[in-house]
């Protein structure tokens, strides 16, 4: 089994930086691919961000060139910069394990962008 924990959320201003980290716990074999995904208030679940085992990265047309994903296969972690935050970046987010034979996702950590 493997259990996902975010943490870094919080309030910031427009402009402003956060980095969100999402701790794996178990079995880290048969991951495929780790990821970032967000929910803003009142809409559905939408990829953020990717990252296979390979290293390739996939953005979200709205945050490309803002935000980085990141893994640290050591720490068993996979982290998500986030640059020139704006106001529709409020939501909250979930980690994401892409892992056979099933996908696991984290509790989310929200975060509010003030203007």
């Known amino acids: 089994q493997v259990q996902l924990v975010e943490s870094g959320g919080g309030l910031v201003q427009a402009g402003g930086s956060l980095r969100l980290s999402c701790k794996a716990s178990?079995?880290?074999?048969?991951?495929?691919?780790r990821g970032w995904y967000r929910q803003p208030p009142g809409k559905e679940r939408e990829l953020v961000a990717l990252i296979n085992n390979g290293g390739t990265t996939t953005y979200a047309d709205s945050v490309k060139g803002r935000f980085t994903i990141s893994r640290d296969n050591a720490k068993n972690t996979v982290d998500l910069q986030m640059n020139s935050l704006k106001p529709e970046d409020t939501a909250v987010y979930y980690c994401?394990?892409?892992?056979?034979?099933?996908?696991?996702w984290g509790q989310g950590t929200q975060v509010t962008v003030s203007s």
């Open positions: 994401k394990v892409v892992r056979l034979p099933r996908d696991y």
């Open positions: 178990g079995s880290i074999s048969n991951t495929i691919a």
